[in-house]
């Protein structure tokens, strides 16, 4: 049924008295924005992200506002791949906008839809479903860059210069050397300063 339409019944020289028929429209989704609040030691600001790019760091959080196009009572995200469903908050003032957010995992989810249920007790169905791809934080990678050979020989006396290069996908922390000698069990540990 597209539109409203009123119908009557008519039998021999009997007529019915006229009904009329409502054609409600489900609820749908006509925006959502998106911004990723990466984990804490990232450093990293708040990112606006697009529908078509939901490529998310494990840990971060994914805020969801979204605007519908009829007044709703209640909505949801469904997560695809974990299969669990997070409650969103409609607006008091705007019925038709909605705020949420997905923590996400290190692995599983594979998307989320978002579920609605307007004032007139319609539902929403065969929502979009927003594919999500998580990224696993990558472990910090180091490389001697001096010396250039595997052994070094050195007196007692001397001092050894170790160059080094430390690369990770978002911030290094801290660097620690750590380096044994020959001698009975003598043994030392360097740290090098914070780096942003």
């Given at each position: 049924?597209?539109?409203?339409?009123t119908?009557?019944?008519?039998?021999?020289?009997?007529?019915?008295?006229a009904?009329?028929?409502?054609?409600v429209p489900?609820?749908?989704?006509?925006?959502?924005?998106?911004?990723?609040?990466?984990?804490?030691?990232?450093?990293?600001?708040?990112?606006?992200?697009?529908?078509?790019?939901?490529?998310?760091l494990?840990?971060?959080v994914?805020?969801?506002?979204?605007?519908?196009?009829?007044?709703l009572?209640?909505?949801?995200?469904?997560?695809?791949?974990?299969e669990?469903?997070?409650?969103?908050?409609?607006?008091?003032?705007?019925?038709?906008?909605?705020?949420?957010?997905?923590?996400?995992?290190?692995?599983?989810?594979?998307?989320?839809?978002?579920?609605?249920?307007?004032?007139?007790?319609?539902?929403?169905?065969?929502?979009?479903?927003?594919?999500?791809?998580?990224?696993p934080?990558?472990?910090?990678?180091?490389?001697?860059?001096?010396?250039?050979?595997?052994?070094?020989l050195?007196?007692?006396?001397?001092?050894?210069?170790?160059?080094?290069?430390?690369?990770?996908?978002?911030?290094?922390?801290?660097v620690?050397?750590?380096?044994?000698?020959?001698?009975?069990?003598?043994?030392?540990?360097?740290?090098?300063?914070?780096?942003?």
């Amino acid at each position: 049924v597209q539109d409203d339409f009123t119908y009557r019944f008519h039998l021999g020289d009997g007529v019915s008295d006229a009904f009329n028929v409502k054609a409600v429209p489900r609820p749908t989704v006509a925006t959502i924005e998106c911004e990723q609040d990466y984990p804490s030691y990232t450093g990293l600001p708040t990112a606006k992200r697009s529908l078509g790019d939901l490529s998310l760091l494990a840990g971060s959080v994914l805020r969801l506002k979204v605007i519908a196009t009829k007044d709703l009572q209640s909505a949801e995200i469904k997560l695809v791949g974990v299969e669990s469903n997070l409650a969103m908050d409609v607006g008091a003032a705007n019925k038709r906008e909605m705020t949420g957010q997905v923590s996400v995992p290190a692995k599983g989810l594979t998307g989320f839809q978002i579920q609605m249920l307007d004032t007139e007790n319609m539902e929403s169905r065969d929502s979009a479903v927003y594919r999500v791809d998580i990224m696993p934080d990558k472990a910090p990678t180091v490389r001697i860059t001096h010396p250039d050979r595997k052994e070094e020989l050195v007196t007692r006396q001397a001092t050894m210069l170790v160059g080094f290069e430390a690369a990770d996908d978002f911030q290094i922390a801290r660097v620690r050397l750590k380096y044994k000698t020959d001698a009975a069990d003598a043994q030392a540990i360097w740290e090098a300063a914070q780096r942003p």
